[in-house]
């Protein structure tokens, strides 16, 4: 199999300039909560509850944009599969790597400053600079999410409205990337204590982060393998 | 690259769109693929560049089954409306990943048919006109170089002055890099000149498949006295008449030997040629079957799908 190079590289561009961006607002209102309030915890630690759901639209794009381009370049499905697979793969660290450096730097901005980068949510991680905790808890996160995209999109894709009954599965595959982290579930209106174990070990934590990649993919696969290319997108 | 079609039927649910169709067309030729709305063409065409499964029947290209098998796959390219291979946020990614992804890419003449069509890299696909759309779907097209190459309606909201850069750079490339191309259209008349051969579906079935100087060969329009013209047409397969005053002018379809010629001479009654999109109105009549226009002996050869 060819490598994914520039799938990989398309996507890695488009996150880093979406980084960089998400960043400096993310900075501008940590620096404004200092200046007109009182600033008591982590500003990122709250932040990071947008770039899953970036995640999750990039699992979106994946099938959307991605699988039609391959296959009207004459590529097969199965050819995009691993190619997407792969990419999601080395993606989701990457993206993840984009957190760790983004704790990192508050780090700095707080230690300078003298402000309390205290977390107000349970994580692997005890403190933003265990780098390797932090890393770990947002790759799971990101794996679940980017599959659950491909797998509510493909069914989107292919069956239309009835890609609607992918959504309960889709939320499922995020339930259990968010349970291997132990954390809670933060939606929109919605926080659900998720508690499956308080401090799972690293290992079980990684675990459940490939084993809901393999299954997410899995879940994608069976729907892309055969479908047809549809003659026009709403 | 050659291609193969053995009894293809391709379902949409309950809805028939390919229903029985049998052909083969032979490599480094351009086809015509002329049909009305929803007679098939895209799906036909869908289903040769394995965008989607036969529902049942065969299609070989290059002597090898096509969907899911990325030997042939990759040599093939299809252009339709709904931009798959454009789709993206700007020209230069396009581009990208065109080049990446097709093994005969030529990116200098791609920059040549941007230039052609003026279009520019760091143009927004999403901001573009239609013409614009399908013109960078012409450069994609054309420059994957594909053996077998297809585009539908790939003139779609181009000014004339475009389409026909795009007629010249097609033939020009095509005398350059012969492959097969098939294309298929509604503006018959512009692209006429461009095929070799040409393929009439009609509701999922092929009417007619024949080199395009016999199609149009076969067409003749009797002009003359209306009663010398009935009495002249009589027993021949006449697609459609009119009258003005007492002047009639029939379309007949089918070989006129020399001694009919001759009679229409001697009879005082003008033949004279029809054009090709008057043929295929005829031919793809709604009112009718469309087989039945066609003389009894091309008919019968048409059921079998070998019209040639």
Redesign the interface.
Known sequence: MRFP??LLA?NLFFAGMVWAAFYVVTTLITVAIAVFGTLTHSVWEGATQVPRWFALFVGVAMIR?FL????????????FGAQAAVTIALYAPALSALLVLGYLLETLLYNVAGWPQELARAHLFASPTDVPLVFLEYLVEFLAWIVAGTFMAAAFYRWQGGGLLSIPPGVGLILLGEAAIGTELQLPFIQIPLDVTSTPAVLTALAGGIGCFLLGLAMTWSIIR?V??????A | MNVEVRDLRVDYGEVRAVDGMTFSLDEGKIYGLLGRNGSGK?TLM?VL?????ESGGTVRVGGRPV????KV??????I???G??I??DKVD?AL???E???PRWDAAYADELLERFGLRRKMSVKAMSKGQRSALGVVVGLA?R?PLTMFDESYLGMDAPSRYAFYDALLADFMAHSRTIILSTHLIEEYSSLFEEVMIIDRGRLVVQEESQTLLSRGTAVTGPADRVEEFTAGLTVLNTRRLGPTASAMVYGDLDEARRRKARETGLELGPIAMQDLFVHLTEPSGDAARAVPSEDASADRSGDTR
């Open positions: 190079s520039r398309a944009e039609p381009l391959y296959i009207a370049h004459g590529q097969t499905r199965r050819q055969d047809p290319l549809r003659n026009r997108l | 895209t869908s560049a394995g965008f989607r499964r969907f899911e098998n990325g796959t990759s040599e093939i390219c299809l339709r409306d709904a798959e291979t789709d993206i990614d990208y990943f065109a990446w992804l097709r994957g594909s």
